[in-house]
């Protein structure tokens, strides 16, 4: 009986283990989505400096 306890106990750590390695990939993947909109954003505004710059049309 202890040694099924046991047992299950390191099932329910490595499971919770996993489950914050996928939450910290989540959060990567969201942050690194995050940063490119951002980074796309700026280089809209830095297109749309060019062409006022160069009287270009939209």
Same mark, same amino acid.
């Given at each position: ?7 299950? =106990?390191?099932? +329910? !750590? ?6 914050? /390695? ?5 959060? &990567? ?5 995050? =940063?490119?909109? +951002? !980074? ?6 830095? /297109? ?5 710059? &160069?009287?270009?049309?939209?």
């Amino acid at each position: 009986m202890k040694a099924e306890t046991s047992s299950i =106990r390191k099932k +329910v !750590e490595e499971m919770k283990s996993a489950a914050e /390695e996928k939450k910290i990939e989540l959060e &990567l993947e969201k942050l690194t989505r995050d =940063r490119l909109l +951002v !980074e796309l954003q700026l280089m809209q505004e830095a /297109e749309q400096a060019l062409r006022e710059i &160069l009287f270009l049309p939209n």
